[in-house]
């Protein structure tokens, strides 16, 4: 039916009121005299004469179509999903900017008194580096570090500054991430500081890993290993690896023998952190991310559009993990 002109003067006058001055139906219904039910039928036919339009808007960067598609299909907690830049190809790293937009979501999951643990890798120690706001919190480091002589321009620093940000305690871990031995690496669990970061494991409330494919130049691992050593592992199926944990395309660890000669939170404890946040993205790592959300290890993921478009359209079994962080393996 046409709306006369006090019609529409009263529909305007109550969209007003409930859509930008917050007030209830039934306070709009004592207002103009008339039952909660006209109000709900003059707001609905504002909705429907185009009176009323409501715009639903966030930041350019994000996409909150996919980030939703994203969550719903694989169970998880948060998904972000960002642009990716546009001169990006299929073999480009991890984009800068998802470290910003990690940096922002961590300023929303940090709670006063939590216990964030940071892993060693490119996009969490951009993410440090971009934060402005922490609540306070302790910091702990969760892997050791790539390259023990960059440990200042890297996961240490990233633990430092988190802290500082916070005004928090820092528990860095002063280790290179792969040892040559089992027996090394046990001594130096030992130690005492070592030993003093690990005992947080079991606190850590919330986490922020990164994610790296199996080739060259996307693995910390890989990197690190001898060829024949890459070639065992190949062999095995690797296809993705985070913090040092290996992973095949349907999630299940795989190299377990690896870890005893690493400096890293165990896989069983990551399942316990309540908020594991995993950064990473671009084409190239695309299938490696899928293989991890598999794993059950990872509740929140911030991510691109070209990693997200992939993993909307692969098939696969466990798709959903992270709402119960099942275990692959049963184990």
């Known amino acids: ?5 006090a019609e529409l003067v009263q529909a305007a006058a109550m969209a007003r009121r409930f859509y930008l001055e917050g007030k209830s139906k039934i306070q709009i219904a004592e207002e103009f005299r008339v039952s909660r039910f006209k109000v709900a039928r003059v707001l609905e036919t504002a909705l429907e004469r185009d ?4 715009e639903i808007r966030v930041p350019s960067e ?7 598609a994203l969550r719903a299909r694989y169970g998880l907690r948060h998904a972000v999903v960002v642009e990716s830049p546009a001169e990006a190809t299929d073999d480009a790293a991890d984009p800068e900017n998802l470290g910003e937009v990690a940096a922002e979501l961590l300023g929303e999951l940090v709670a006063e008194g939590d216990v964030l643990g940071l892993a060693w890798g490119r996009s969490t120690i951009h ?8 609540a306070p919190c302790t ?3 969760l892997t050791g570090v790539y390259d023990a002589g960059t440990a200042e321009r890297g996961s240490v620093e990233a633990v430092r500054r988190a802290a500082a940000v916070s005004g928090g305690e820092a528990h860095p871990i002063y280790a290179p991430m792969l040892l040559p031995d089992p027996a090394t690496a046990a001594a130096l669990r030992g130690q005492t500081g070592i030993a003093r970061a690990f005992e947080y494991f079991d606190k850590v409330t919330v986490a922020a890993v990164s994610i790296g494919a199996w080739e060259a130049g996307i693995s910390t691992v890989y990197d690190m290993l001898s060829e024949k050593e890459r070639a065992h592992y190949t062999d095995l199926g690797a296809a993705a690896e985070m913090s040092a944990h290996l992973f095949d395309s349907d999630g299940r660890r795989i190299g377990r023998d690896l870890g005893e000669r690493c400096i890293t939170v165990e ?5 316990r952190i309540p908020e594991v946040v995993a950064i990473a993205g671009g084409l190239r790592k695309a299938a490696a991310i ?9 509740t929140s993921l ?5 990693a997200a478009d992939y993993l909307l359209q692969e098939t696969g079994p466990g798709t959903r993990p992270a709402l119960d962080r099942a275990d692959p393996d049963g184990v």
């Open 302 to 306: 911030v991510t691109d559009t070209a």
């Open 127 to 134: 993410m440090a580096a971009a934060l402005d706001r922490l």
């Open 1 to 5: 039916m046409r709306m006369g002109p």
């Open 62 to 68: 994000l996409d909150a179509e996919r980030s939703d």
């Open 267 to 271: 896989a069983d404890r990551l399942r």
């Open 51 to 54: 009176l009323v339009r409501i």
């Open 290 to 298: 899928g293989a991890v959300l598999r794993s059950g290890l990872v």
């Open 139 to 141: 910091v702990v480091q």
